[in-house]
């Protein structure tokens, strides 16, 4: 399991007094203005950042560090990504999983036969399509519905699934 998760993206500096535009890679980009703190991948380390302000335009967050005055300051770390601990993780309600759990999941069916291996999740309008990398070399791309997804374990990185016809 992954002990950071990824909540967004530095796009580009806003104004320049040190604000970030960052794309979320959440869900929620409401959530940022809960977040105090998140961790900078800034190439050779992870740096902790404090949250000072947080406003919305369109697609994106803008972002004010706190000790990051000038666009000299944080334009740097333009493209980084940028992360919360588990600890800060939004809580999630029952059959929720975070993406960067699934990656890497054996995938098993009813019967416990191995199908292959979770590699990407895709989100879509109506539901999130499970791509599995069949242990043939093929691809198989289930939808992450009840009817498909029998079970998923964290603690032993196993979903069990039901293939239906034609897939």
Do not use: W
Not at 17 to 41: C, I, Q, S, W, Y
Not at 108 to 131: C, P, Q, S
Request: hydrophobic residues 40%; proline residues 1%; aromatic residues 8%.
């Amino acid at each position: 399991m992954e002990d950071k998760l990824q909540v967004g993206i530095l796009s580009s500096t806003h104004g320049v007094h040190g604000e970030m535009k960052v794309f979320p890679t959440t869900d929620d980009a409401k959530r940022f203005k809960k977040l105090k703190n998140v961790l900078l991948d800034s190439g050779s380390g992870f740096i902790d950042l404090t949250i000072e302000g947080v406003k919305f335009f369109k697609q994106f967050v803008i972002v004010k560090f706190k000790d990051y005055d000038s666009i000299n300051d944080i334009e740097k770390y333009k493209g980084r990504s940028i992360y919360v601990t588990r600890e800060n993780a939004v809580k999630l309600s029952a059959d929720e999983y975070f993406i960067a759990d699934l990656i890497g999941m054996e995938v098993v069916d009813e019967e416990g036969g191995r199908i292959g291996e979770l590699k990407d999740v895709m989100e879509t309008g109506a539901n999130d399509v499970y791509v599995i990398k069949r242990d043939e070399g093929d691809e198989l791309l289930l939808p992450a519905i009840k009817q498909c997804i029998l079970s998923v374990d964290t603690a032993d990185n196993v979903m069990k699934v039901h293939v239906l016809k034609g897939l």
